[in-house]
């Protein structure tokens, strides 16, 4: 009986001091992060056409400081919802360009021909050279802050030129051109 007893003091206290060896030993520690994006509303925005054909146009017809085959096209922006009260919904406007004579023109590196890109303007009417151009980067707001945008139609003119100096500075090369504009929902 007493052997018992031995090996269990034995192993209290082998136990005891492993214990305090335990709590003598600084503490593991993990760390999780966590993610998430927070959209303060929404709004769905649709376009009447998926492309728009700006047609062709014959190099002899380029003249400085003008507008060749403006077409119009349409954003729908309905349905928005949620909108945070210190901030105002807007349509961001991206896309890759160039800047010829002080104009944004819109142009992807895949266009092949050169010395020319679209010019987009936010109008009712057909726009003319002169007219301010929508750049890469700008917001059109949809809306004062606070308050959800009521649905609307945002009527813009697409057209391709080739600036106004640039043109006779500049050779134009005939080819394709192609440009790539993206519209989307942000908070300001």
Same mark, same amino acid.
């Given at each position: 009986m007493r052997s018992i007893i031995t090996c269990n003091k034995r192993t209290l206290l082998l136990t005891i001091w492993a214990l305090s060896a335990l709590i003598g030993q600084p503490a593991q520690a993990v760390t999780l992060?966590?993610? /998430?994006?927070?959209?303060?509303?929404?709004?769905t925005f649709s376009l009447d056409k998926s492309t728009l054909a700006l047609d062709s146009v014959h190099l002899s017809q380029f003249a400085p400081a003008?507008?060749?085959? /403006?077409?119009?096209?349409t954003l729908t922006v309905q349905d928005c919802s949620g909108t945070d009260a210190s901030l105002a919904p807007v349509v961001n406007v991206s896309g890759d360009g160039i800047t010829r004579d002080s104009k944004w023109l819109f142009r992807s590196s895949d266009s092949s021909a050169a010395g020319v890109g679209v010019m987009l303007v936010k109008t009712d009417v057909p726009p003319a050279y002169g007219s301010t151009e929508v750049k890469n980067g700008d917001n059109i707001p949809l809306a004062p802050a606070g308050v959800n945008p009521p649905d609307q139609n945002i009527r813009f003119y697409a057209g391709i030129t080739c600036g106004s100096l640039a043109c006779t500075s500049d050779p134009i090369t005939p080819g394709t051109l192609t440009a790539r504009i993206l519209f989307n929902l942000a908070y300001r």
């Open positions: 992060n966590f993610s /998430a994006i927070l959209n303060p509303g929404t709004c003008t507008l060749q085959a /403006a077409q119009p096209f």
